[in-house]
């Protein structure tokens, strides 16, 4: 069956290090998202892609990059991690283009930064 | 730009009550809408969208949905309450074309005995 799986499942590192979390999913999906989950404010979208060497900003990209050199990877890095990232982070894919598709998520990864 | 209000951020309810959730959305045109069900330490599961014609749907584990353009609005509702519908639960909503879904903050939801 496909799927979309994230690594690792938890993550605790310092302040300052480089971090980066792996999104990887089977749907051959063009479409993939990275979110940001915190209490009292929901999921935040922070970077997004419509298809290979295609990025764009979300709303809280400020710290993060990503790159797309595949249809099945979208990998989130961290350039130098901050307490104010400590998050859960949420990926997710979806199929072609338009809004209405639904997107499928993965399980979340904890990261905690200290 | 779209947006999307949850008024409630958490609500308890009796198994076996009926369930009512609150999603306003603000957008110039018909949206796309949605409900994502989440459940304790996973990711994010869709219950219904609406993109057009009848108003009400229906989606999966027995919920539905209404969307009424004169109130904004897309509730989610369920006439009876099981235990394992506790949960978090986001509305989101889409702009015609690519660009990408807003989520609300979310409503969680309790079951009580």
């Known amino acids: 069956d496909a799927e979309i799986t994230q690594s690792p499942r938890h993550k605790i590192t310092e302040t300052g290090r480089q971090v980066t979390l792996a999104c990887h999913q089977t749907?051959?999906?063009?479409?993939m998202f990275w979110y940001r989950q915190d209490l009292g404010h929901g999921l935040r979208l922070i970077h997004y892609?419509?298809?290979?060497?295609?990025?764009n900003k979300g709303e809280v990209s400020d710290g993060y990059s990503v790159s797309r050199s595949n249809t099945e990877d979208l990998p989130l890095t961290l350039e130098s991690a901050a307490s104010s990232q400590t998050s859960v982070y949420f990926c997710?894919?979806?199929?072609?283009?338009?809004?209405?598709?639904?997107?499928?998520f993965g399980p979340g990864t904890r990261l905690t930064v200290l | 730009a779209q947006s999307v209000t949850q008024p409630d951020i958490h609500i308890t309810v009796s198994e076996g009550a009926s369930l009512e959730l609150r999603c306003n959305y603000s957008?110039?045109?018909?949206?796309?809408l949605f409900w994502y069900v989440q459940s304790p330490g996973q990711g994010l599961q869709l219950l219904l969208k609406?993109?057009?014609?009848?108003?009400l749907v229906q989606g999966i584990k027995g919920f539905e949905a209404e969307f009424k353009r004169s109130q904004s609005s897309f509730n989610l509702r369920k006439p009876s309450v099981h235990w394992s519908d506790a949960a978090e639960y986001f509305c989101?909503?889409?702009?015609?074309?690519?660009?990408?879904?807003?989520f609300g903050k979310g409503t969680r939801l309790s079951v009580i005995a």
């Open positions: 997710a894919s979806s199929e072609g283009s338009g809004a209405y598709n639904e997107q499928f």
């Open positions: 749907w051959n999906h063009n479409n």
């Open positions: 892609s419509y298809g290979v060497q295609d990025t």
């Open positions: 957008y110039g045109a018909t949206p796309y």
């Open positions: 609406y993109f057009s014609g009848d108003t």
């Open positions: 989101a909503v889409g702009a015609r074309g690519n660009t990408p879904l807003v």
